[in-house]
Every structure is written in C-alpha cells, then in structure tokens.
C-alpha cells in the first residue's frame, strides 16, 4: 500500500550530498495557492534557524513550498545559520516563482555544524523537477537521518457527501521526548479548513500523539510538525458537528499512526511500551508518574532484558514528586498481571508470569494512583546496547 495523494500538493527529492554522497536528503512540497498552515515547534530555548525563520514566515504570509534537508540541523549556528535559512527560501523563491516569505524551511541531523548552503541550493532543481502528487514515499525517505524505514500514514472520509483525504509523512528515531522531540511531520488535507479551527484541531492532535511519546527524554532543537490544508477536494470541515468530529479524528489517527511508528523506530529499540496512568488528580500529575517510569534507565533496559524486576517501577512512581500519595491506593500492572496492590507486591504474583510478559515485544504498564479521574498514556521503548551504540557513532 502507498500514501494517499491529497489534491494540492506535490512533493519532490534529491540527492544533495548535505552529509552522505547519493542519499535523498533534500525534500520540497508544492503547495496549491490558499493552503492554510498550522504548525508546532519545539521548546528547546536553542531553537534551530529554520524554526525561527518558520515561525517568522508561518506568521507572515500563507506557504507555497516547504524544504526539508537532513544530515544538518542549522542548530547552534548563530546568525550565520539564520542567514542561511533565510538564503535557502530566497533561493527556492527564485526558481518557483513565489515570495521567500512564502516558503518554510526545515532541517534535521547534526547540531552545531554550518549548513552546507551551496550544496543544497545545488540540489533544488533536482527536487523541483522531482516534483508529483504521489511523492510521498520518496518524501518519507528523503527526510529520514537514523531513521531505519519511512513512517507515513493516510486517511479518507467522507464530509457531508465530498471524499476528503488525509496524509502524513514523519521521522524521528531518536532524541525523542516530547515538545515535541527530535522530530520532523508533515500533514496534509485537501479538505477545507478555518485557519484557527487548523490550528486546534492540529494541537489537539499532537498533544495525543507526538507530545505523547519518548525513547530517551531528549527535546530536540527541530522538531516541528505542520498541518496543511489545501481546500482543493471541496469538503468543508465545520467548526462544530459530525463532520468536525470525524475529521478530528482521522487527523488524530494519522498522528497517532506517526507517533507510534516513530517509537517502534527508536534507535536500537526492541520492545514496544504503553504507560497508562489513571486515577489521578489531573493530567498534569499523571503525566509526571508516566515519564517518570518511561525515562526511568532502570526500568528501561529491565525491558530489553526481558527481566520482571518490577521494583524499578514501583520505585519509580514513588520518585515522580506527587504530594500524599496514599501507597494503599496504588496500583500496578504489567499487562494484565498485577504486581503492586495494598502497599507492597501483590500476593498473587509469580516471577514466572512477569517473565512470559516481559519476553513479549509489546507491553503495557498501568497504574492506579487511587486519588481521582485523571489518566494519561506515553508510549515508549526499551533501551537496548544498540541505543548507545547508534548515539556514540552518530558523527563518524
């Protein structure tokens, strides 16, 4: 099966050689005149130069093209890297027509390293003649760096009568952590969709999906995801209804589709993990107890070792900062065997039905704080020898 094309929008790549020789690193999407953009970026105070000059443009005029390149951030470039930014949308501007204002730059790869300028201006032509509506896959490769395959995902629905169609491509493998991790997704409709219900209807999604994932509690300085909208099938998403709501959720599914592929991608990852926290106060505290065991290195390469040591976790829940929690109260699961109930280990638990579960590839940790209605989900890795291996290598 291949991505779904989406009327509006064409995607073209190149072999620009930003890092490696006759690797596709240079993505550029077309998009119909009158497409809105909503986007998030991250919180990482050293933002990358092309989130600043994303964030600049998206507030200035309405996008033609986007440029992705990998094998560099443009992060920790200073006003060098925001000139070059700046240069690579005054260079695609030229060749399409369009104001530089109206082109959004991206950037994914190593930190602290000048933006190899020439090299991906060279590489525009090629990626502009590339250009076709069923780009997507190439698109999904050209942006990858310690990707090990594509990660896209795609939805059709119908509204009041009129097909619609949703398609997103992503990457990320690693320096995942929400807000929004070392992550790079870009979303396209070709329904119609009001600029501030684009803009609700993407955070709304992303705080479900890409916010809700890590594999090693890093945020990167890049990460960005972009929904588009290009108006071009004739549906009409309302602000409110039927439509409304099944539109929310096929973007929401194509988020969570991305989100998750990007954790089962982790750098050197071989478990898949769900952490569900419930019975909380509000969110926000079930969040802490969540990261709490998903950044826990104890409890993470327990998982790689398929070793039930089920104290990490109580450990960690007991080290997330949560004020007169009540240890009578609390809850934990592994899959659906219980380990900690009243206090202390549950008298039904066996080392051997911890085993069977840890051997599995994909596992769900769920705890009951015992103290409201609140609950949250993250989803998460193991963290194998491969991880460090990947990491320490990742500049040679």
């Not at 030229?94 to 190899?116: A, D, H, K, N, Y």
């Not at 709304?204 to 890049?222: H, K, P, R």
């Not at 998460?380 to 320490?392: G, K, P």
Request: one cysteine or more.
């Amino acid at each position: 099966m291949e991505p779904l094309t989406v009327a509006g929008i064409r995607l073209g790549t190149a072999c620009a050689g930003i890092k490696y020789p006759d690797r596709r690193d240079l993505a550029v999407v077309e998009l119909a005149a009158g497409t809105q953009a909503a986007a998030v970026f991250t919180r990482n105070a050293f933002c990358a130069a092309p989130v600043v000059v994303a964030r600049a443009h998206l507030a200035a005029a309405s996008p033609r093209y986007l440029v992705i390149n990998t094998g560099n951030a443009n992060a920790g470039t200073g006003r060098q890297g925001l000139a070059d930014a700046e240069a690579t949308c005054r260079a695609l501007a030229e060749r399409t027509g369009c104001q530089p204002e109206e082109v959004l730059p991206f950037s994914t790869g190593v930190i602290g390293e000048p933006l190899p300028l020439f090299r991906l201006i060279t590489g525009l032509p090629g990626a502009l003649a590339a250009l076709r509506p069923d780009g997507w896959m190439e698109a999904a490769a050209g942006i990858m760096t310690t990707d090990t395959r594509p990660k896209w995902a795609s939805r059709r629905l119908t509204l009041s009568g009129r097909e619609a169609t949703i398609t997103g491509i992503a990457k990320g493998a690693g320096m995942i952590r929400p807000d929004m991790a070392t992550m790079l997704a870009f979303v396209a409709t070709d329904a119609a969709v009001d600029p501030a219900l684009l803009r609700r209807i993407l955070h709304e999604a992303v705080a479900d999906s890409f916010n809700a994932i890590t594999v090693d509690g890093d945020t990167s300085t890049n990460d960005a995801c972009v929904l588009l909208a290009t108006g071009q099938s004739g549906a009409h998403v309302p602000a409110t209804g039927n439509d409304h709501a099944c539109f929310a959720a096929a973007v929401n599914e194509v988020c969570a589709d991305l989100a998750q592929a990007i954790v089962r991608d982790g750098e050197g990852a071989t478990k898949f993990i769900t952490v569900r926290v419930e019975g909380g106060r509000d969110a926000a505290e079930c969040r802490e107890v969540a990261y709490a065991i998903a950044h826990s290195p104890l409890v993470k390469t327990a998982f790689f070792a398929s070793d039930p040591n089920w104290g990490r976790i109580l450990a960690a829940v007991g080290r997330s900062g949560l004020e007169a929690l009540d240890l009578e109260r609390v809850t934990i699961y592994l899959d659906g065997i219980c380990l900690v109930r009243d206090g202390g280990r549950a008298p039904d638990y066996t080392e051997e039905q911890g085993r069977r579960v840890m051997a599995r590839p994909e596992i769900a940790i769920r705890v009951g704080l015992g103290r409201g209605e609140a609950a949250t989900r993250v989803w998460t890795t193991d963290l194998s020898f491969d991880y460090v291996r990947i990491n320490a290598e990742y500049r040679t």
